[in-house]
């Protein structure tokens, strides 16, 4: 902005008002711009998880507003942890977070290793590679969902041209044993990218002398990946990790595309358990109370997790 334009805003403002401005220190004119920010905050974020927290404490339905209210105390808590079906649902968010980052961990560095080795096509491949986390969970679920199909499902052909057994015994989506690893399968395929972008951009932050340091040393380039990569992408990649656990353990909206939790419960996530007692059941305050102890869980393990990180960085 020129001198002739800030003079000219000056003269147009009113003395009033200009002395009120005049007057401000720089920690108000702050408090002034970053207030609704903070209010948009504490009216989004805090105020409804102060709410949830005292519906966890009675026996509130959504459906039934009119109903007298009681406050039961810890009762919701102490029959979400002797509840089987809670402990279930655990299980099973357990069983998809550990094995989708397992995969997405060990692809994903895997492909950036080879991406950062600068090939021929580097750039195209990169782009096809990204392109499945650039889609609405919703189409993944759908496009899955018609690839699962024991009839005309491309995946049940191409394991059965592996097995060398008939396609139609392929029940993916409806069979105990295999349902649980088509969402795996789907989130390691839409998410993996992920993973991979992160690891990549700790390869390429690698100063190309610690490198040619360790050549003048005669160090292989086994050595090289194990004491200078790994420990230097180490960081990126355990910052992915905790990107991708926070996600997945509230994971919802690409299981109910595929399995609708399940059969029985083998699919049936914290998340998908939550909103059953809470839209299906209508259970308001016991689900609140589940979300609590989500909540507190995701928060403590996740704070656990920040302080190891903090320490590899440091080291």
Known sequence: MSEKTVDRVARATPVRIARKIRGFSDRTIAWIFVGPTIFLLLAINIFPLIWTVNLS???????????????????????????????LSMQATAHFLFWTIFFQVLIGFTLAWLINKKFRGNDLWTTIIVLPMMLSPAVVGNFWTFLYQPQIGLFNYVVAFLT??????????????????????VDTWMWTPFVMLICLAGMRSIPDYIYEAAEIDRASKLRQFFTITIPM??????????FRGIENFKMFDLVVQLTGGGPG??????????????????RTGYSSAIAIILF???FGLASIYVKALNKVKER
């Open 265 to 282: 419960s083998t699919t049936e996530l914290a998340s998908i358990h939550l909103k059953r007692e809470a839209f299906e059941k209508w």
């Open 296 to 298: 507190v869980t995701v």
């Open 164 to 185: 060398g057994k008939d396609p139609s015994s392929f029940e993916m989506l409806g069979s105990v044993d295999l349902a649980p690893w088509s969402i795996v399968i």
């Open 57 to 87: 404490f009675t026996d509130f339905k959504a459906n039934r507003i009119n109903r007298a209210v009681e406050y039961v105390g810890t009762r919701n808590y102490e029959r979400i942890l002797n509840d089987p079906d809670v402990w």
């Open 233 to 242: 992408v180490l960081p990126f990649l355990m910052l992915a990790v905790l």
